[in-house]
């Protein structure tokens, strides 16, 4: 499994460049504060893509400084670990364990990204378990069902941190 990628410094310069290729029809549609067990200052942003109408959540956690650069962790949607608590992988803890560690930080944003299966979605992630009950790892059941080893897109995620006015991770 892929280890906790949560801070990243980036240079507004690299961020910048990175924003001129990106696809510009990604829409903030609504928001709320929802108070969870480790951020009860939580506030959650959602935004639609025009492009296959997905959904994906930024949750604001607290107050961060935002002239130090933000704090940020990217989370691909993982139905099966974040609510059922799957065996098969940590993707609820290690959502959990964000959300407590930017809290601690004083505040950031989790990105809570439309991509279950690293972005094949739940039909196929679920023909690439069968294939993993067959022996084959995840790599490998992906390849076999004629994706890549990681199809995630994380070009919105820009977007969306552009949007709320973030310019430095």
């Known amino acids: 499994m892929v280890a906790c990628r949560a801070l990243h410094a980036v240079t507004r310069k690299g961020l910048t460049r990175l924003f001129e290729s990106l ?3 990604v829409v903030k549609i609504s928001e709320a ?35 130090a650069g933000v704090p940020v962790r ?50 196929n992630k679920l023909r690439a378990y069968s294939l993993q009950d067959r022996g084959r790892d995840t ?11 990681d199809e995630r897109q994380y070009g919105i995620a820009a977007t969306m941190l552009r949007s709320l006015g973030y310019d430095r991770i």
């Open 23 to 25: 696809d510009e029809s």
């Open 33 to 67: 504060h929802i108070p969870l067990a480790d951020a009860p200052d939580a506030r959650f942003v959602c935004f639609r893509t025009a492009v296959a109408c997905r959904e994906h959540l930024a949750i604001l956690i607290g107050t961060p400084d935002c002239s």
């Open 74 to 123: 990217l989370h691909s949607a993982c139905l099966t670990g974040d609510v059922f608590g799957s065996l098969r992988c940590d993707c609820g803890d290690q959502l959990r364990q964000s959300i407590a560690s930017l809290q601690a930080l004083g505040g950031g944003v989790l990105l809570y990204l439309a991509q279950e299966g690293r972005g094949i979605g739940m039909a």
């Open 139 to 149: 790599i490998d059941a992906d390849l076999q069902l004629g994706f890549s080893p």
